[in-house]
């Protein structure tokens, strides 16, 4: 087996003793391997250990790999970094997730430029559930607005959530932002909005995640290594 390959079933071990300690139903959560700035290599041999999601920050290198693996059917690939509106078609065109909307502009760009061709493109709104400057996401004050908004457009299908809360030391700590995310997932849920995606949780951090409720959780170090300079 190759590193990647064993990295990967350690993560999975990972997943799996965190749903039995947080009493979730095995399989309940899911597994984004995060491949922004990893070579194509590295997604294929991730690939060849039935990895299928992948995820990517950059546009143009995210869509660079989404072209060079079209023959492979089952791969669905999430672009999770910041995007801007001069970028959004290409992201529109060629991904089949989006987990950063932080605000109606770009969603309706989106929705706009989504081909007619291809199903709706599945999205989560980002929340700066910790409140950091240099983080995106919407205010937990705006997310409710937003969601709402998000789910009325034509182009895309309202999914979930999604967070990048400040890094954390202990367990107590990491799970507050997570738990503040789920508890927000629970209350639209129950005015209505159908959610089934809580995208919390990376590789420091994965257990705390599966505790308060994630439903994928987004891995790039502890699959690939540390990230290489774009």
């Known amino acids: 087996m190759s590193v990647i390959a064993d990295n990967l079933q350690a993560v999975r071990n990972r997943i799996s003793a965190a749903e039995r300690a947080a009493g979730r139903a095995p399989g309940s959560v899911g597994l984004l391997a995060v491949s922004k700035t990893k070579p194509l ?28 693996t079209t023959v492979d059917r089952e791969i669905i690939w999430h672009f999770i970094g910041p995007l801007q509106s001069n970028k959004s078609r290409l992201v529109a065109e060629h991904f089949d997730w989006v987990h950063s909307i932080d605000r109606l502009k770009i969603a309706e760009r989106l929705s706009a430029q989504r081909p007619v061709t291809r199903a709706p493109l599945d999205v989560c709104v980002q929340v700066n559930v910790s409140g950091e400057a240099s983080k995106s996401g919407c205010a937990p004050a705006e997310a409710a607005a937003l969601c709402r908004a998000v789910a009325g457009l034509p182009g895309l ?19 507050r932002p997570f738990r ?9 849920r129950a005015e209505g909005l159908a959610l089934d995606t809580l995208s919390m949780g990376m590789s420091h951090d994965l257990e705390a995640a599966i505790a308060e409720g994630a439903t994928l959780v987004r891995i790039g170090t ?7 300079t774009p």
């Not at 041999?45 to 995820?55: E, H, L, S």
């Not at 502890?222 to 290489?228: H, K, V």
């Open 180 to 188: 503040q995310l789920r508890e927000l997932f629970d209350q639209l």
């Open 222 to 228: 502890a699959i690939f290594g540390e990230r290489n």
């Open 157 to 175: 299908c309202l999914r979930g959530l999604m967070a990048i809360p400040e890094p954390a030391a202990d367990a107590a700590a990491q799970r």
């Open 41 to 68: 290599a590295d997604i294929l041999a991730a690939r060849a250990a039935g990895q299928f999601t992948f995820g990517e920050n950059y546009v143009q290198e995210g869509v660079e790999k989404v072209l060079s």
